[in-house]
Every structure is written in C-alpha cells, then in structure tokens.
C-alpha cells in the first residue's frame, strides 16, 4: 500500500552507532542499495563515540560493502560522498549541537538509533532539546523491552519527544520478501478466503529451525532467550499476516489496523500451553551461566478468540541447534466428515505449506489415486511456486520505507503491546526447562504438547542448501 501523498520524504538521515555491527553488517549494504536502486540522494550523517574522523567512517563503509554489499564501485562512490561524520557522546549536548549544524537545511531528518535499547530515551531526548527532532522520524530497533511494562514504559519515553506516526519500530523480518509473499498470496487468490477459517482449516503449525547454536552471542542469548528472541516479535508477525482479515481502506494504516486487532483477539499463552527446552552443551558457550535456565527452544500453543479461528490451535516452534535451518507455515485442511473410498487417510493429507527461508515456496498437500483397479490413494505435494532466496534485502525496504514515512511494516504502539501480553505469561522461568540433544527436533514433551493436532511437520531442507541459501 502506498503512503498518502501528502506524506513529505526525509531530507537527511542520521544514523546512532556509525562504528557499530549492525552500520557495517546492515546499514551500508542497505544504504548502497538505496543509492543504486531508487537513487538516494540525501546528506547521511553518521553519529559514534569512536574518537574517529570522517575518513575512517568512509573505510569503514567500504570494508562493509566488500564483504556484505554488492559490487557496485558509482554507486559506492555515490553513498560516500553523501557521507558525514559525528564524534561524540550521546549524553553530551555538544554532540547534538553538531549534529545540527551538520544538518543544515534539512527539514525533516530520519534518525535511526542503532545503539542499544537503554539509549534509546537518552537520544530521542537530547534529539528533542537540541530541535532535531522537530519534524522528524526516529526509527529504533528491536527490543522493544524486555516485557510488557518496560515496553510500555519505552514508548512512554519515545512519545515525550516524537509523535506515534513518526515513530518506526523496526524488524527485519518484517521486510523480508517471502513474508510479504505469504500476505500477498492470501489476499491476491480469491480461492483461498472461503476455506481460510474454522469450518476448512484444522490447525496451523509454524516452524523456525536453525541448524546452529548460539555461536560468539552466549551473553546476549542468555538474557534474551528463544521466547523474546523469535517468538514474540518475528513469529507473533507471522501468525498475524496468516491470520489478519483483509485490510478496509487505501491508506498504509489500515494494514496495521488489522494486524493490530488479530494480536488483539489472541488468547494470553498460557505455561499449560508451553514447553521449552535447552540444548545440551549450551551452558559450556562463553557468556552464558553455568547455571543458566534459559531457553534456547520453545513450542507453544495458541488461540485466536474470534469467529474467524474459534478452536483452531495454532502451534509454533522455534529452536538453536534443531536439524536444519529454514522458517515454514503449514495449515492443516479438515477432512471431510465421511471418507468416500474408505480410507484411512492421514490427518496432514489436506495441506497448504508456506517455506519463508532458506528458500522461498509454496506447496498444496493433495491425495492422489495409485495406479491400478482399488481406490487407493498416496499424499503428494504440489508444489506452486519455489524461488531462489534472491530478493532485496530486508533493510534496504525497511530503510527506505521509513525515509518515504511509509509504516505499515513497523511496529506501532498497539502492535507491541499486544504481542507482550500474548507472551507476558510464559515469560523467563514460567515453565519447566528440558534438554534436548542438538540436532534433534527438541525435548520430546514437544510431541506431547501438539498431541492428537500432530505431529509436528518437520520441515525438509538440507544443510548444504540452507547455507547456500544464507551466503
């Protein structure tokens, strides 16, 4: 959906945490692209308390575009000529009267604040005293808290000094190409919207696999876990796209409007609904406690309370260290209430599967007759679509979304808020932790959870072709 016209685009953008890994793993590749693909043509100001000058944040750019961005030597000359640089500490005020003076003529700046979340109200506050943020888009990423008060009491702070529409909550899920494919697909088919709920549709399951652990992140995992890592935000969106009813209206807001009152309609998880696991040999990874009771898998089980999915379990997983690495969607048809050949038919027979990574397809679980004289059949997938994972980056949309002041793939206020309180209850130590041996598909109370709705669609990707797909 197109942002109103009367929607200004930004005439700067300043970016917290220049020296950062985020800048160089995300911001400058997307930043290349922007250039070369829409023709981004605006001053790009660079903010770090790094003591450098402006020279080394060019070396830095282009050390980032070497190894993270596509070769594209005018282009590159292009973004590091829109280049500035500030020095400074962000709770210094001197650092933002610099930053002003950089910004010149700029009317509407966007302010991306690449820095950890405990700064986000110290610069979105020193932005508003020193007059930067008048006019402007503060774009922040996730987390959005830790819990729900805390979120709560982050935009609070945020709200003090920007309005809510300036605001962008930024998730790179959000961006990605095979998750807007997957709302696409929904609402461009009219096929799909007769059987899309309770009277057609049995159970959903979603699946997010990494075939790795926590690598060099032990400190940050261990503080973050798999419930706030993945399932609050990326696979709480994912429910949303899959679940939503159609937007009403033109304007971007409404597809948020929607998303908003599906997470709304979400029965609060419940620790009867939960299982969640540790991998073995998780707690040897440098960072993390000897003791540590955080999970590095979880399963639940959730309800939507609405006419649309009264008594459709939704059963969604996510998990370190699992067989493969790949994010998939499969709703599980009802069978008919009288099998006509008699048959004893498998419950999965009747299905639709989304893969939203490593690659991208989508596939119909159909029954089809064997050859020869008895009215027998086999399962067969056929397959709609497969496609290469070759799409534009995630932060090149999201980044140029926000310049444009184009928010329906951000997070608002009310979409944050509801996804806390579907997880409020299952959060840190609300359920026992088990063990599971890396490489399998998590503890076995998993099959327990899902129970007559299963089992669990394991999701079939190589290794090879996962890490192919990631490079």
């Known amino acids: 959906m197109a942002a109103p016209s009367a929607i200004m685009p930004s005439d700067a953008l300043v970016f917290f945490g220049a020296s950062g890994d985020l800048a160089y793993e995300q911001i400058f590749p997307s ?28 070396q830095r750019a282009r050390d980032s575009l070497a190894h993270h961005g596509p070769a594209d030597p005018p282009a590159q000359d292009k973004l590091l000529s829109l280049l500035g640089y500030i020095d400074g500490d962000y ?3 001197s650092t933002f009267a610099k930053l002003n ?20 109200g110290t610069v979105a506050a020193a932005l508003a005293k020193s007059g930067a943020a008048r006019d402007a888009r503060l774009v922040i990423e996730k987390p959005f ?42 609402f461009a088919n009219p096929m799909f919207e007769p059987i899309w709920n309770r009277d057609h549709v049995r159970s959903i399951q979603i699946t997010l696999a990494e075939d790795f652990g926590v690598r060099d992140r032990g400190r940050f995992y261990d503080a973050t876990g798999a419930n ?14 899959l679940a939503m009813d159609p937007p009403t209206g033109e304007e971007f807001e409404a597809m948020r409007d929607q998303r908003a009152s599906l997470l709304k309609a979400a029965r609060p998880i419940v620790p009867e609904d939960v299982v969640r696991g540790q991998y073995i040999g998780y707690r040897n ?9 955080v999970e590095t898998y979880i399963a639940v089980r959730l309800f939507i309370e609405s006419w649309r999915w ?16 790949t994010t998939e969607v499969s709703v599980e048809f009802r069978r008919p209430p009288r099998e006509t050949f008699g048959e004893l038919v498998p419950g999965g027979s009747a299905h639709m599967r989304f893969r939203l990574s490593p690659d991208m397809a989508i596939g119909v679980g159909l029954r089809v007759k064997q050859p020869g004289e008895r009215m027998v059949g086999n399962d067969m997938e056929l397959m709609l679509t497969a496609q290469p994972a070759t799409f534009r980056p995630p932060y090149q949309r999201l980044l140029g979304d926000a310049l444009q002041g184009n928010g329906h793939l951000f997070g608002r206020e009310d979409i944050i808020d509801a996804q806390w309180r579907i997880v409020q209850h299952i959060l840190d130590d609300a359920t026992p932790l088990y ?28 290794r090879t072709d996962a890490r192919m797909a990631s490079e």
């Open 31 to 58: 930043l290349l692209g922007l250039v070369r693909d829409e023709g981004l043509n605006i001053p790009i100001i660079g903010v770090a308390r790094s003591g450098w000058e402006l020279d080394q944040l060019k």
């Open 91 to 93: 709770a210094d005020p």
């Open 101 to 120: 003076d950089a910004l010149g003529e700029a009317k509407r700046p966007l302010h991306y604040l690449a820095v950890p979340p405990s700064l986000f």
């Open 145 to 186: 808290g830790h819990d729900r008060a805390s979120a709560k009491l982050l935009n609070g702070m945020l709200r003090k000094n920007f309005p809510e529409e300036n605001i962008f909550r930024i998730d790179h899920f959000m961006g990605k190409e095979p998750v807007q494919n997957l709302l696409y697909t929904r």
């Open 228 to 241: 706030r890592d993945v399932l609050q935000n990326h696979l709480l969106q994912i429910v949303a796209h």
């Open 285 to 293: 990874v440098a960072g993390v406690r000897p003791n540590s009771t």
């Open 310 to 325: 009264e008594g459709v379990p939704i059963y969604i997983r996510a998990g370190k260290s699992l067989p493969v690495t």
């Open 435 to 462: 063990s599971y041996h890396p490489g399998s598909w998590g503890p076995d109370e998993a099959t327990q959870l899902i129970g007559g709705d299963g089992p669990w669609r394991d999701p079939q990707v190589t």
